[in-house]
Each structure stands twice: as structure tokens, then as C-alpha cells.
């Protein structure tokens, strides 16, 4: 008779003989799957995207987008940095305004060469991203937020001048704070748009001063102002806003308190960034906040993180306005659309991130409607005269 030490001691003689076995079936079940599962959720070429003759002006925005760290060192050097536009070109190339949130700087010398400030995550890339990013068609791009100044004042700079160089407006930071709230202003099928970049999350030292290189920060008794000098000069204005908690699905009242401010100041677009989640998107008065756009161009790997949406907004000729949400999914830093096996339940979650009325209720139907893979919210409330001011009609 065995003693149970001796009945255990034998059992795990025979599972031992059986792990190379196992071992190997899980190996190969593994290197089917994984290849299997990538084509099957995968498109297999970019959509073709068209331009409504309706529309007069369609302005296309994202979210945070970071060319760094794994993308920098490992994707970059094998794929180019046309990869991570393959699939959303398409959507660039009919659109008459691109913009999104730039979350690092661009350094020019060894990262090592530069005083860098005292916190723990430090992100940067390389000046080729803006021979990219023009190329996609960006008309500006955000630097108001909380990884602007990683690499001291003269990472910031050398950002500043690299999109200089590249031909795109980069707003939200500057050399002082005065250059820090620019305006970009850009004339675009005969309407005028006003851009501005404030950050609500800037690290100790960050903010731009009279006399300190940094980022615009979301004061009320700053960008009050700046948002109706804004609109005395431009047709339409939009304000990108670091602000939020990360990774938080739902938007904070400060957020709203902020945002609901920039409408009242006279902005028409509020666009979120820094959670590197989606959030609700809200209507409010004349305007659109989109809480968060999630990230569109990054290495994190978590699922809510590589969430993300391309949202566009167009004004037809009879100046109403019109949103359009595409739904996309981030592998290997490339967004591409949602599409394979998985896509009804991913785009449905996407869509439920993005919208405030509950899905599948009379409320979200009355507001939302689906066409094809994306969704379609009609501002008939709002329109557009251009050359002179929006009025509710």
C-alpha cells in the first residue's frame, strides 16, 4: 500500500512524461491561431472613402498619437512611417482640415544631451514623423499636453521648429506664454477656422510663463478670451483640451465645466484627448465635446487603449452639420478599421463608449443611427453662415 506522499511522487513521474507532449500541441495550436486570428480581423485593403458633393467642408480629428518608444525603436525601422496611415489615408485624403493630438516632442540629438524633467514616463520621436504627417494631410496638430516638455525647454523648441519646417501648425505651446495661445487660422473652401490648444494636465514647470517656454494651460481667465478673439476672426473654432483622468471611460465635471466654458466662449468644437480611452461625446448648445478620441497612433497593448475612432464633422451646403464616428482598432500602432469576425461586437462597444444616451433605447435611436460600419448623429440645429457667424436656426 502507497503512501500518499508515494501516490503524489508517481502521479507527477507520469504528468512529467506527458509535458513535452502538451507542450508542443499548445506550441502549434498557438502558431495557427495567432497568424489565423490577424487575417481574420484584419482588412484587407484601405477603404475607399468619397467625398459627399453635399458637403462643403469636412474636418477630420483624432486622437493622441505617439511615434516613441516600441514604435520607434522596432516598428519604424522595419514597416516606415507611411504603415501606421495605410488603412485611414483614404479619410485624410477626402478631408479639407486634419487634426489630432502630438504626445510627445521631437528631439533632435541623443535624448541623452537633454535636461530632462523630473517625472517618470519620458516620451519622444525623430523629425522624419512630420515629412509623415504632412503627407497624410494634417493641417495642425495639438502639443498643449502633459509630455510636451519631457526633454526641457529645448526638446519643446526643436518640435516647434521641426513642424515649422514641415508646413503644419502646431498650437498650445511656444517659447513664452504669449506664443503658447496662438491662433492658427486657415481659410478652407471658403471657411474660416480658428485652432487653439490648452492642456488642464501640465507636469511642475511645464506651463508656458512671459518668460518660460511651455504649454498653454486650460485657465478660464486665458482661454475665455482667447476663445472670443478666436471667434471674432474665424467662421468656426475649434479647441483641442488635455484633460481627464487616464484610462477612465467617463468624463469627470471638471471636464464638463471646461468644455461647456469653450462653447459658451464661442468655440464649436472641443476636441479631447489624454485618457487613452474613448469618452462619451456630448452636444451642448451650438457645440460638440468630445471628451476623449482615445489614442490613435500608439504601443499600449491594453484593448480599451487600442479603441479608437476617427470622427469627422461636415458641414454641407445647406450649412447643416453632420457627424460621422468611424470605428477603428490599434495593432502594432496602425489604426486600421474594424472589420473580421470580431467587428459587430467591437464596433458595438466602441459605439457605446462614444454615445451618452443608452444603446438600444428609444432616446439613442432618436439622436444616433448606423450606416454601414459607422455612426451618424444629425446637427440640424446648427448651421453655418459663411463669412460671418454660426446661428441656431
Keep these: 500500500m502507497l503512501t500518499w506522499k508515494q501516490r503524489m511522487q508517481r502521479y507527477i513521474k507520469r504528468q512529467k512524461k506527458k509535458t513535452f507532449l502538451h507542450t508542443s500541441i499548445a506550441t502549434v495550436c498557438l502558431l495557427i491561431f495567432i497568424p489565423a486570428y490577424s487575417l481574420l480581423t484584419s482588412p484587407d485593403s484601405p477603404p475607399s472613402v468619397n467625398k459627399d458633393p453635399q458637403d462643403q467642408l469636412t474636418l477630420t480629428m483624432v486622437g493622441d498619437m505617439m511615434f516613441g518608444r516600441y514604435i520607434d525603436d522596432i516598428i519604424v525601422p522595419n514597416k516606415g512611417y507611411d504603415y501606421f496611415f495605410h488603412y485611414v489615408a483614404p479619410y485624410f485624403k477626402a478631408s479639407d482640415y486634419v487634426t489630432g493630438n502630438f504626445e510627445h516632442p521631437i528631439l533632435l540629438k541623443d535624448p541623452e544631451k537633454y535636461q530632462k524633467k523630473d517625472k517618470s514616463i519620458h516620451l519622444f520621436t525623430r523629425e522624419k514623423v512630420t515629412e509623415a504627417l504632412k503627407k497624410a494631410n494634417f493641417s495642425t496638430v495639438n502639443l498643449a499636453n502633459n509630455h510636451m516638455t519631457d526633454y526641457g525647454n529645448e526638446g519643446l523648441q526643436e518640435t516647434l521648429l521641426s513642424f515649422s519646417r514641415a508646413g503644419i501648425d502646431a498650437v498650445g505651446a511656444g517659447r513664452d506664454a504669449k506664443d503658447a495661445r496662438k491662433i492658427s487660422i486657415k481659410e ?206
Excluded at 478652407?188 to 508656458?208: E, H, L, M, Q, Y
Excluded at 483641442?240 to 484610462?247: D, I, K, Q
Excluded at 479603441?307 to 502594432?332: C, F, N, W
Aim: aromatic share 8%; charged share 25%.
Design 188 to 393: 478652407v473652401n471658403g471657411v474660416r477656422i480658428a485652432t487653439i490648444g490648452i492642456s488642464d494636465t501640465i507636469p511642475k514647470g511645464g506651463a508656458a510663463l512671459k518668460n518660460r517656454p511651455g504649454v498653454g494651460s486650460a485657465d478660464p481667465k486665458v482661454f475665455i478670451p482667447l476663445v472670443a478673439k478666436a471667434k471674432s476672426s474665424a467662421d468656426l473654432v475649434i479647441v483641442h483640451c488635455h484633460w481627464g483622468v487616464e484610462y477612465d471611460s467617463g468624463y469627470h465635471p471638471r471636464q464638463q465645466a471646461i468644455g461647456r466654458a469653450l462653447i459658451d466662449a464661442g468655440a464649436d468644437i472641443v476636441v479631447g484627448h489624454h485618457p487613452h480611452v474613448l469618452e462619451p461625446i456630448e452636444v451642448y448648445k451650438n457645440g460638440v465635446i468630445f471628451y476623449s478620441l482615445g489614442n490613435f497612433i500608439f504601443d499600449q497593448g491594453w484593448s480599451r487603449t487600442r479603441e479608437s475612432v476617427l470622427a469627422q464633422y461636415k458641414i454641407r451646403k445647406d450649412g447643416t452639420v453632420r457627424l460621422e464616428l468611424h470605428p477603428m482598432y490599434i495593432r502594432e500602432g496602425q489604426p486600421r478599421p474594424v472589420t473580421g469576425w470580431t467587428s459587430a461586437y467591437r464596433r458595438e462597444k466602441i459605439f457605446n463608449q462614444l454615445t451618452e444616451e443608452t444603446m438600444y433605447t428609444s432616446k439613442w435611436d432618436q439622436v444616433w443611427k448606423r450606416e454601414g460600419d459607422k455612426l451618424v448623429r444629425d446637427l440640424k440645429h446648427i448651421k453655418l453662415k459663411v463669412g460671418g457667424q454660426k446661428n441656431a436656426s
